[in-house]
């Protein structure tokens, strides 16, 4: 189990500086790395966490409730109350619950969730040998 957790967290480690980069990336395909990738590492990112912290979770118990949180923030992007404005006005606010709604995030959420949950499977499945 100790393993385990070592490797979410290197895993994680490794996650955060390439969703930034992603995010802040200027040059080729700059438009898809900016506005959609991100959803990709922001999907693997919440699941390696949550198993992080409960490596007892199944991956796909994890991978689903971080992909419908997920969508829930997503649909939130179309409420613009004042208290939430505020937290969309910093770089943590806007990184964290996002800024506009984009039906193209959906697909790229569901591909971060399919690939960290065949990661973790693979990876269960290689410390179990």
């Known amino acids: ?4 957790r070592f490797i979410l967290f290197l895993a994680i480690i490794i996650i955060i500086p390439l969703g930034l980069v992603c995010k802040f990336y200027k040059g080729p395909l700059d438009e898809w790395l ?24 199944k991956p796909s118990i994890a991978t689903i409730w971080v992909f419908m949180i997920t969508v829930l923030l997503e649909f939130m992007q179309l409420w ?44 269960k499945n290689q410390l179990d040998k």
């Open 34 to 57: 900016n506005n959609y990738s991100g959803g990709i590492f922001y999907e693997i990112f919440w699941i390696l966490l949550v198993i992080l912290i409960n490596p007892k979770i």
């Open 1 to 4: 189990m100790n393993r385990y």
């Open 80 to 123: 613009h109350p004042p208290f939430l404005e505020a937290i969309r006005a910093t770089l943590i606010g806007r990184l964290l619950i996002g800024t506009t709604f984009d039906w193209w995030d959906f697909p790229h959420y569901m591909l971060g969730c399919t690939i960290t949950w065949l990661g973790l499977k693979t990876l």
